[in-house]
């Protein structure tokens, strides 16, 4: 009985110790990854775009729209049509719920990394081209004879293959000049997994799969992810900004309809409040008429209560913990109790 006891001890203490490297290891890494996002600003002027979960810019909403990427409709013709890779406008009545739901995990390998499949610039290896003005290779824009939507991994790829020189000749521009880049070294490579799944489960839980497994080879035209040391995607968070300006900000407009916009900030997304907020640092969040039409836990109104940190980031990035689970719908859900939070100004 006192070899039991001794041997429940040891197991709860090197589960505990695990626990808790785990969580050193990912702030790390999520520290990590911060600085890369900051380099990419530097030589880029903007942050990287939003891809939903099949690497494209998200022009269609997928299953329950967990995994809606950068786009949100279609933008009008006075505003150059296409995808609207941008995100949720502030003055749209249902920004605040769109917000919610416009994150990636596809994002930071392709763009931090390199692993995006557009080595058929020439370029092999890690790192990426220059991706333009546009941030995606300039295969936003409706060119004769591309196959794939705009915006979409595989538009990106046909665009920038050499074999379609001819067809494309815009595209010689991001075949050429300097590599940037890898903003990022994994030091384990079991931290980038594949994406198997298009969405997470109920639980904010994602599918993936991991080198030395059988589906990591099986499904190579999946995505990869940066994942944390639980085997979870990172979710990686940005500020919406006005159409085809990925490195502006929306700025309150002047003239009518001024007392009906909403300056975006990151606490607009609510799981990206900490789950525990020191006293010192909470401010109180003001909904306006659309609080009640929010989605809150089990029907209840989501917590209005932020940190001043949240308010004033332009990225963020997030992490399930050791529970693996994300309740987007509200800051103190049981579910985000293990929730780690980065945010970058």
């Given at each position: 009985g006192v070899i039991v006891v001794l041997l429940?001890?040891?197991?709860?203490?090197?589960?505990?110790?695990?626990?808790?490297?785990?969580?050193?290891?990912?702030?790390?890494?999520?520290?990590?990854?911060?600085?890369?996002?900051?380099?990419?600003?530097?030589?880029?002027?903007?942050?990287p775009p939003v891809l939903d979960a099949d690497e494209g810019s998200g022009s269609t909403q997928t299953g329950r729209g967990l995994t809606f990427g950068g786009a949100m409709g279609t933008l009008p013709a006075s505003a150059g049509g296409g995808p609207r890779l941008n995100g949720p406008d502030p003055q749209d009545g249902d920004f605040r719920e769109l917000i919610q739901q416009w994150y990636s995990v596809t994002t930071l390998a392709?763009?931090?990394?390199?692993?995006?499949?557009?080595?058929?610039?020439?370029?092999?290896?890690?790192?990426?081209?220059?991706?333009?003005?546009?941030?995606?290779?300039?295969?936003?824009?409706?060119?004769?004879?591309?196959?794939g939507d705009p915006g979409t991994f595989a538009a990106r790829r046909e665009f920038l293959d050499p074999e379609n020189a001819e067809l494309f000749p815009a595209a010689g521009q991001y075949r050429r000049g300097t590599v940037y880049g890898p903003y990022l070294q994994l030091r384990d490579e079991r931290l980038l997994g594949r994406l198997i799944g298009t969405e997470p489960d109920d639980n904010g839980t994602w599918d993936v799969a991991f080198p030395?497994?059988?589906r990591f080879d099986e499904f190579p035209e999946r995505p990869l992810v940066i994942c944390d040391y639980w085997g979870q995607p990172i979710h990686y968070y940005r500020l919406p900004y006005p159409p085809g300006l990925p490195g502006?900000?929306?700025?309150?407009?002047?003239?009518?309809?001024?007392?009906?916009?909403?300056?975006?900030?990151i606490s607009d997304v609510f799981v990206m409040r900490p789950y525990n907020i020191a006293s010192g640092d909470q401010i109180r969040?003001?909904?306006?008429?659309?609080f009640d039409t929010l989605p809150g836990v089990d029907g209840a109104e989501p917590d209005d209560v932020t940190s001043r940190r949240s308010q004033t980031a332009t990225f963020g990035l997030l992490s399930g913990g050791r529970n693996r689970q994300i309740d987007r719908r509200a800051r103190a859900a049981d579910l985000n109790r293990t929730n780690i939070v980065e945010y970058g100004q």
């Open positions: 429940s001890l040891i197991v709860v203490a090197v589960n505990r110790a695990r626990a808790t490297a785990q969580a050193t290891n990912t702030i790390a890494l999520m520290s990590s990854i911060k600085q890369g996002l900051t380099q990419f600003r530097e030589d880029m002027g903007y942050l392709e763009y931090l990394i390199g692993f995006g499949g557009v080595e058929e610039d020439g370029h092999n290896g890690p790192g990426i081209r220059n991706p333009g003005r546009d941030a995606f290779w300039g295969a936003t824009a409706e060119h004769p004879g591309l196959s030395g497994e059988s502006d900000r929306y700025r309150r407009p002047a003239g009518a309809g001024t007392s009906e916009f909403h300056q975006p900030s969040t003001t909904f306006g008429d659309d």
